[in-house]
């Protein structure tokens, strides 16, 4: 077993922590009380790990821990502002979700994306979140959800604007 | 967690990267984007004694230079649709990417030459590659070697690449302003592997025809490529004539549990025939 000192920054805080080389990067953020962060497939398929890293989404599942030294992560726990309320309140009034275990990783995409396109069509919210799987099939009101949160943010850059 | 011992090295100059290549040979192995070879530790089925992480060595710019586009190996996909200079040098290059499945993270994981090494027949890059005739540039201790990417493709998951090589770029030549491009591929849902995928580069000279250079990937263990100077404004019937060569060229189809014997070679004609079609700006039919 080979320890290597990793130093990283995790919703803002800076941590270090002693990681085996064999560990993925999911594994080690899991450890740090960010254990929203899901384990799912462990082949890159179901996007369930999805964190962003260095301000693009990754697959935490592909990705050596050791390998993020340095990076800075930011997983459901941390995920905050405009955007990132928009989601999470359009997926509970939508119910977007069923079983919970894809959501995190929907959460943390469907942000992300949001804060890049202001309009999406339905057809680009699909493609959005096409490397992410909803095992219970609930992608209908996930992608209403993400809609819903579209037009909030909308409305609140309007209202902000008219203001 | 990945269940075998190994030793992870993240080298801070070319040099480095190499020695351990020369020392570990094919028991290294070194991380592209990691979607191909995290995984593959974590089930077992790849278990190298050191992983080279290149993430402190140069590899990720897109660069002209003179007449050539050259993209380091660790360019993403994302990347690669992002860029201005591939969009205007290599635009089939462009089109390939922006129809890799896997959705956003891995657009912005995977990485052109991390696929290119792994070699899968069923990936979309190299017959991209073969088609805009791409130069990989291996390194080792020995020296550099400059591989056309006609001749790079071995076999299944077989490169020209030693195990002490690194690649460290791929460089195109630019595409003529006057050439329009397609790419077209069968896929059996959003999210899968494509079945056959067809590549086409059209550009018409003054007073010498319609060239086309087609390059298939899928279909046969490795890319497929030929090409034809035809008309400037060919009928539907010779643009079918023109597809059909791609059988006879699949001599060594390759075949899986998405699709078993015969049925490549089958269709690739069709694919061929809608990447024509595309690249000549008809109607989809």
Redesign the interface.
Known sequence: ??K?KLSFKLNGEDRICEA?????LV?AIRQLDAAGTRVGC????C?AC?IMMDG????S????A??A?GASLTTIEGTSGQAADAVKTAFVARNGFQCGYCTSGMVI?AT??LSRKRDPSEAEIRE?????LCRCTGYDDIVAAIGDAARALQEQHAEKSGA | ????????E?PESFDIALDLLSSFGSEAAV?G???WL??NM??GRHRPKV?I?P?NLPLRAITRSGDELVLGSRTSY?QVIDSSSVADGAPLLAKMAQQV??????V??GTVGGSACYGNPSSDVPACLVALGARMILRSKDGTRDVPASGFFLAPFVTAKRDDELLSEIRFPITSERASCAYEKLKFS??SWPIVTANCIATTSVGSGLHLKIAVGGANETPVAYEVVTDTDPSEAELSNIAQRSAPLIEREWADEFAGSGYRRSVAPAIVRRALREALGRDRV
């Open positions: 077993m080979r290597q085996d080389s064999r560990w993925l594994e462990l082949t890159g398929d996007g999805t693009a989404p990754v697959k599942c592909l990705v050596l050791v390998s030294d995409l992300e994306f959005a979140i096409a490397g992410n | 967690m990945i269940s075998h011992d190994f030793q992870y993240a991380l984007g990691g979607t995290v995984p974590t089930y992983v992480d993430k994302a499945t896997g959705g956003p993270q891995i912005g994981q959003t999210g």
